[in-house]
């Protein structure tokens, strides 16, 4: 699977959009680009995942630049509950596991 | 609530104990997977059984055992235990353990080793 590169800390203020960058300049033409947060001691929960084209869901929405090496997580109002690790994973969709590999991920903190 | 249980929620012990901790898969989900998280290496994969077999394998010691049994539950066995081994370890499961599925996971055991 590709390696991400993420920041490892962002802040943000509370009812602003909230911008996070990756990474996976090595991602392959079979591989998704899944996001989870971990708000502090939880479990991970899933976010959002794309292929290449922009995704939307009730949580966020996934911006995949055109050549794939790139992707930005947007929370459009960020509120304190939003504060926590996000983690950006590229896995191959065709692997016959499951697993995901977290790096450090982006720890964001939503401020009032 | 993801729908997967873990318990119990915190566990208290010595060097040298052996401990065991378990997992409930959502309903209808075949496949578990097992994370260690410690302050200095983050999230960890340690193993994923899918119906009662292993399907990948991560940096799991030899002194930690896992598996499923026929109800899916899981059991992740660790023995000779170490202060390094204080973490907080997530169960996660999917539906059939391949790459494009979401994983859920649980809230986690806190294990101390004193």
């Known amino acids: 699977d590709a390696k991400t590169t993420q920041p490892p800390s962002m802040d943000c203020a509370e009812g602003r959009a909230a911008n996070l960058p990756c990474n996976h300049s090595t991602i392959s033409g079979n591989e998704y680009v899944y996001w989870y947060r971990q708000i502090h001691s939880q479990g991970p929960q899933y976010i959002i995942h794309g292929l290449k084209n922009n995704e939307t869901n009730e949580m966020a929405s996934l911006i995949i630049t055109e050549d794939r090496k790139s992707s930005t997580l947007i929370l459009p109002h960020a509120t304190l509950r939003d504060t926590a690790v996000y983690y950006c994973i590229v896995r191959g969709i065709s692997s016959n596991t499951g697993k995901l590999i977290f790096g450090q991920g982006t720890t964001l903190q939503v401020k009032p | 609530d993801s729908g997967v249980t873990q318990t119990p929620k915190h566990l208290i012990t010595a060097t040298g104990q052996r401990v065991t901790l378990r997992c409930s898969p959502r309903?209808?989900?075949?496949?578990v997977y097992w994370y260690q998280q410690s302050l200095d290496q983050g999230l960890q994969f340690l193993i994923q059984y899918y119906n009662g077999e292993e399907r990948a394998k991560g940096n799991i010691l030899e002194r930690f055992s896992a598996q499923q049994f026929p109800d899916l539950h899981s059991e992740l066995n660790l023995s000779s235990l170490e202060l390094g081994d204080s973490a907080l370890y997530f169960c996660?499961?999917?539906?059939?353990?391949?790459?494009?599925?979401?994983?859920?996971f649980g809230s986690g055991t806190q294990l101390s080793v004193l």
């Open positions: 996660a499961s999917s539906v059939g353990g391949q790459g494009n599925e979401k994983l859920f």
């Open positions: 309903s209808g989900d075949l496949s």
